[in-house]
């Protein structure tokens, strides 16, 4: 190793565990496909920090291969910000715009799942349906949240094993949500067929002019628009 930027397992463990638990903070899982989902968001965040503190595979096999294009392709720790290369950037790696651009998209998923938490939780106090905040321009912001939260940690650490894992997870919570969907449909039908036909899954619409609140029906996961308890 050209520094002791890597086999630092303990950080791997630790970085791991702060933003599962973090993440779980603002998410509050409770049913089992809640669960499914903080599952893949772990799995991505274990190959990523395996490869931030463990050990570079990603930085060993380009850099026999690109190694002399790109000098900072190499096995220190700013090494692993590939994509600086790709600009010529030569000074701190955690200024680049990147890096930057990382911090907010990170930021922004984490406070879009707690928006969407908070109109999740009053409206499970009422058992009805969401139809503010995140929910009255995508259907499913909580996992628009954690998908942005990736693409922060891609714009800063790209690695083969996430950017693969990326449209795989992409996909999963796809399939999660039409789940979510088809249970919501058949409790909320008269309700749930309007919203769905005006507003987007994942990616908001812009456009002037939005419907009136009352007019507005969200939707997520059925069992979070009960009472506690229910």
Do not use: C
Not at 17 to 22: Q, S
Not at 126 to 151: E, K, N, S
């Amino acid at each position: 190793m050209a520094d002791a930027a890597y086999g630092l397992w303990p950080l791997v463990v630790l970085n791991t565990a702060l933003f599962v638990v973090f993440a779980a903070s603002f998410f509050h899982p409770r049913s089992r496909r809640d669960w499914r989902a903080m599952g893949t968001y772990t799995a991505f965040l274990v190959a990523l920090f395996t490869e931030m503190y463990g050990a570079p595979l990603t930085v060993y096999l380009l850099g026999s291969w690109l190694g002399s294009r790109f000098p900072l392709l190499r096995d220190t720790h700013a090494g692993g910000h590939l994509w600086n290369d790709l600009i010529g950037w030569t000074g701190d790696p955690h200024l680049s715009p990147f890096h930057l651009a990382s911090y907010l998209a990170i930021g922004g998923g984490f406070w879009l799942i707690s928006a969407a938490w908070k109109v999740l939780h009053e409206a499970a106090q009422h058992d009805r349906l969401a139809t503010t905040g995140p929910y009255a321009q995508v259907r499913h912001p909580q996992y628009d949240g954690f998908i942005l939260i990736m693409i922060g940690f891609l714009l800063q650490w790209p690695t083969i094993p996430t950017l693969i894992m990326f449209p795989i997870l992409v996909f999963v919570y796809a399939r999660l949500a039409r789940s979510e969907e088809r249970e919501v449909a058949d409790r909320y039908r008269d309700q749930w067929e309007p919203y769905a036909a005006r507003t987007p899954a994942f990616w908001p619409r812009w456009h002037r002019g939005t419907p009136p609140t009352g007019q507005r029906q969200g939707s997520a996961r059925m069992d979070e628009h009960r009472l506690p308890g229910a």
